[in-house]
C-alpha cells in the first residue's frame, strides 16, 4: 500500500552538549535504529517532490532534514544514518561553509556557542566544510539543499518592499550558484531561516529556481500539499515512544490533520 501522507522530520544539532533545538547522539541514533526496525523508507528529495505530484512511495516513508549544516552533522548524524542504511537532506547555510580537510575529532559546542562563533567570525569551527559535505554526498547518505547564503531575515533588515525583494534574491542566487559550482548540481529545494515567509518572499524563490519551500510549521504532507508550504516536525530530544508516537499520527492523513489542529506539539 503506498503511503497517504509522508512525515518530514526536522533536527538541527545532534550533539553531546544540550541546548535548544538539540537532539543527544544517543537519542538520534535510537530514533534512527527504530526507523530502520520497523522497516521505514527514507525519501530522498527527488522521491518527496514526487510523491507530492501524486507517485506512489512506501507506506512507511519520512523525509529526514536538518536546517543550517553544523559539523555535529557530520560528526554524529551521519555515522547513525550510514549505519541504519537511512539518508537525509541538510539545508546549509552556504556563506557558512569553509574548505579544509574532514574532521573525524572535533568540538561540537552547544547551539548558544555555535551562535556566537558564527556571529564572532569562526563559523568553521562549529559549521560543515565541502570536504565533508562531499564526503557525505558521495556515500549517499545526505544531500545538501539551501538555507540561504546569509540565513538573514530581510523582512527585519529592510523596510522598503522593492530594495528588500532584491536583497532576497541575490541571497537565494547566491545560495544556489554556490551549490552548483561546489557540488555540481542545481537544487530547487529551499528551507527559509527561522520559517519566516511571506507572498513575496515565494515569489522571489520560484524566480531565483527553487521549486519547493520547507517551512517549520506542523502539519501532514500528501500528495495534496502545495509544494510551496512543505510542514516539517520539530523532533525533540525525547524517549522513543513520543518519536514512534509523532511518526505514526503524521503519516496518517486525517489523523496527523486533526491532532496538528488540536494539539501540534
Known amino acids: 500500500m503506498p503511503a497517504a501522507a509522508v512525515p518530514v522530520l526536522m533536527y538541527h544539532h545532534v550533539s553531546p552538549n544540550p541546548g535548544l533545538v538539540t537532539v543527544s547522539p544517543q537519542t538520534f541514533r535510537a530514533q534512527m535504529s527504530w526507523l530502520a526496525r520497523h522497516g521505514y523508507t527514507a525519501l530522498s528529495s527527488n522521491q518527496f517532490a514526487a510523491f507530492l505530484e501524486g507517485q506512489p512511495v512506501a507506506e512507511k516513508s519520512v523525509l529526514i532534514t536538518f536546517d543550517d549544516g553544523y559539523l555535529d552533522n557530520y560528526r554524529h548524524a551521519f555515522p547513525a544514518l550510514r549505519d541504519h542504511g537511512l539518508r537525509a537532506v541538510i539545508f546549509a547555510v552556504t556563506g557558512w561553509i569553509s574548505d579544509g580537510m574532514p574532521r573525524r575529532e572535533a568540538e561540537c559546542p552547544a547551539h548558544s556557542e555555535c551562535m556566537h562563533r558564527i556571529e564572532s567570525g569562526a563559523a568553521d569551527s562549529v559549521m560543515l566544510r565541502w570536504s565533508e ?28 518592499p522593492e530594495k528588500r525583494r532584491s536583497a532576497l534574491l541575490a541571497d537565494l542566487v547566491a545560495s544556489r550558484n554556490t551549490l552548483q559550482q561546489r557540488l555540481g548540481k542545481t537544487s530547487q529545494h529551499l528551507c ?54 509523532r511518526l505514526w499520527t503524521y503519516r496518517h492523513a486525517g489523523l496527523g490533520a486533526l491532532y496538528t489542529k488540536l494539539r501540534g506539539d
Open 133 to 160: 559535505i562531499e564526503q557525505m554526498e558521495s556515500d549517499g547518505i545526505c544531500e545538501i539543499h539551501s538555507h540561504t547564503h546569509t540565513h538573514t531575515r530581510w523582512d527585519r533588515q529592510i523596510a522598503d
Open 192 to 245: 527559509w531561516p527561522q520559517g519566516y515567509y511571506d507572498a513575496q518572499y515565494q515569489t522571489v524563490a520560484h524566480e531565483a529556481g527553487f521549486t519547493h519551500l520547507y517551512t517549520v510549521r506542523k502539519g501532514v504532507n500528501t500528495p495534496h500539499t502545495a509544494p510551496a508550504e512543505i510542514n516539517r516536525i520539530v523532533v525533540k530530544d525525547k524517549p522513543g515512544m513520543w518519536f514512534a508516537s
